[in-house]
Structure formats: structure tokens, C-alpha cells
């Protein structure tokens, strides 16, 4: 395999993120992936399309709600 392909696991740490949040961006498709052709379980991720996703914006985080005094 050539180091332009990342497995999840491999990716995942690549971009700093959890693998749960990688399989979910490549399962919305927010992320493009091709499937191994040893085990077609194994998802591999282009190093080219993690460095987009990882040098791209981020998402706002939502806002915690104001604390309310009493």
C-alpha cells in the first residue's frame, strides 16, 4: 500500500480527530474514500484529501447557554 492511502485508524489520528468522527465524515460524504481491495471492510483515505479537511474552516461550535442567576 502506498503512503498516499491512510487506513481510518491512520487518518484519523493524521487529521486529529476520532475514528467514530471520520467513519461519520465519510459516511455524509463529507470526506471521499475507496474501499481496499484486500478487505473491503478497510476504508483508505487520500493523504491530498485529509490535508483539506484538516487545513480547511471549521464548523462554529454552538454556544453554551447563558447560566441563569437567581
Known sequence: MSDEYLPLMRAAEYVGVSRVKLA???KEGTIPYVTSPLDKRVKLFRRDDLDRL???PRPPQAQA??????
Do not use: N, T, V, Y
Open 24 to 26: 461519520q465524515l465519510a
Open 54 to 56: 484538516k487545513d480547511g
Open 65 to 70: 447557554a447563558p447560566a441563569r442567576s437567581e
